[in-house]
């Protein structure tokens, strides 16, 4: 079930770091659980780029919803995904909390920035007060307890390291806590050091005696790459790769058009692609056999 779901995320991530991937549809989503991913991500950066829009907040809670959905009964895995600014404020915030749920999502994480946001890694972002914010993190973890009893996972993301410095990273992620935040997501940091630093600052902090910490491992981005090792050591439970699968599969797509315009058939490209029998297999597919997804079983098939 979903709350399961939930309880099972919150396990996951008890003295553990685990490496989440962004799943960006349902295949993705089988092929990261068949290669031993116990969690995944959803991220608003691979939904927007897959749907052919930028990151600017362009997509809404439905367009969310309908990823998070396939990811979730295709995985049967603990889904965490990103909800951006919340997609507005007061009830409409508490609304992304109980549509996630009912989606399939154990947890989302909502920001700081000022609505329409932009991707964590490019400059030029804006913050909303913190107070501001911290009263949008106290709604969703209101509707968390209404809608799963409180195990739903609210992250809070702050983008404040390029907009008003490391300092304010950890008074801001401290003033979410306060709101009741289960996570904190500190975004854009540029080194590892920042890293432990702010783990550092927040370890222990808070009613619950301290935040599950979220990293954010992008490319191309204002973040050196950082071993999960590391993360755990420095107190990580989660590390997201959110766009990593789209970038793969978006480049050998590109490669597949190239060469198909170039030489009038696909034939060079054959070796390069998912065969019938591959494809079958990850998708739990006999012909002839009943077919069911996999959180409907105690197991996976
Ligand atoms: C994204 O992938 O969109 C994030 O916010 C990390």
Same mark, same amino acid.
């Given at each position: 079930s979903f709350l399961n779901n939930c309880k099972t995320f919150r396990k996951l991530m008890t003295n553990d770091c685990i490496m989440v991937p962004g799943a960006f549809n349902g295949m993705s989503a089988r092929i990261a659980a068949e290669n031993g991913f116990k969690s995944l991500y959803v991220s608003g950066a691979a939904v927007t780029a897959s749907t052919?829009?930028?990151?600017?907040?362009? !997509?809404t809670l439905d367009g969310f919803c309908k990823v998070i959905k396939e990811v979730s009964m295709a995985s049967g895995l603990p889904v965490i995904a990103d909800a951006d600014? $919340?997609? $507005?404020e007061g009830e409409m915030c508490a609304r992304t909390v109980w549509d996630y749920f009912q989606a399939g999502a154990s947890g989302l994480h909502i920001e700081d920035? !000022?609505?329409?946001k932009r991707c964590g890694?490019?400059?030029g972002k804006a913050l909303v007060p913190k107070e501001d914010f911290a009263k949008k993190v106290q709604i969703a973890v209101d509707a968390s307890k209404k809608c799963s009893d409180g195990e739903f996972v609210i992250c809070a993301r702050t983008?404040?390291?390029?907009?008003?410095g490391l300092d304010a990273v950890i008074e801001r992620s401290k003033a979410y806590i306060d709101a009741g935040a289960d996570m904190i997501f500190p975004e854009g940091l540029n080194t590892a050091e920042e890293f432990r630093v702010v783990a550092q600052a927040l370890k222990g902090y808070g009613p619950k005696g301290g935040p599950y910490l979220l990293a954010n491992m992008t490319e191309f981005g204002k973040t050196p790459y950082i071993h999960v090792n590391d993360f755990k050591s420095w107190g990580y439970n989660i590390v997201i790769y959110p766009v990593s699968s789209l970038r793969v599969a978006m480049k050998a797509v590109d490669d597949l058009f190239k060469q198909l315009a170039a030489d009038g058939t696909q034939e060079k490209s054959v070796p390069d692609m998912q065969t019938r029998k591959q494809l079958y297999s990850t998708l739990g597919y006999t012909p002839g056999v009943e077919w069911i997804y996999p959180n409907m079983t105690t197991k996976r098939n």
């Open positions: 052919g829009v930028p990151d600017i907040g362009l !997509v600014t $919340g997609f $507005g920035q !000022v609505f329409p890694h490019l400059d983008d404040a390291r390029s907009v008003e």
